[in-house]
């Protein structure tokens, strides 16, 4: 465990990041959009949604769950601008939002990935 042990402030360095640093509102977001990706059942679904366009029968019987758990899910991923979906007669299709969605996802793969090699 290292530790900083220096009692002088780098003030110029300290004004440079400052200055650089996104506001609340942004950071917030950046942190709602994080917590979304916080749950395994939701990480399962952009998964599935980043090989195909799905309908929620097939990603509930893909995570053996029921449909109305899937919804659920879903409902929050599409509040979140994570996932898109249209209707097809009765049935409701699913896809990601856009290719930032699984970009996000494959860096954290390829980050998750390279820590195992180490």
Do not use: P
């Not at 399962?44 to 090989?51: G, P, Q, R, S, V």
């Not at 309908?55 to 409902?75: E, F, G, P, W």
């Not at 390829?110 to 195992?116: D, G, S």
């Amino acid at each position: 465990y290292l530790r900083c042990d220096c009692d002088q402030l780098h003030e110029d360095l300290v004004a440079k990041a400052k200055s650089k640093m996104l506001d609340d509102d942004t950071l917030m977001s950046i942190a709602d959009f994080y917590q979304a990706l916080s749950d395994n059942t939701r990480i399962k679904i952009i998964n599935l949604l980043e090989k195909s366009e799905l309908c929620v029968c097939d990603i509930s019987y893909c995570l053996n769950m029921t449909k109305s758990a899937v919804s659920h899910q879903l409902k929050y991923l599409r509040e979140m601008n994570l996932v898109k979906c249209h209707k097809v007669g009765k049935e409701v299709w699913y896809t990601l939002a856009d290719s930032h969605v699984s970009d996000v996802f494959d860096i954290s793969l390829n980050h998750i990935r390279e820590e195992k090699d180490d």
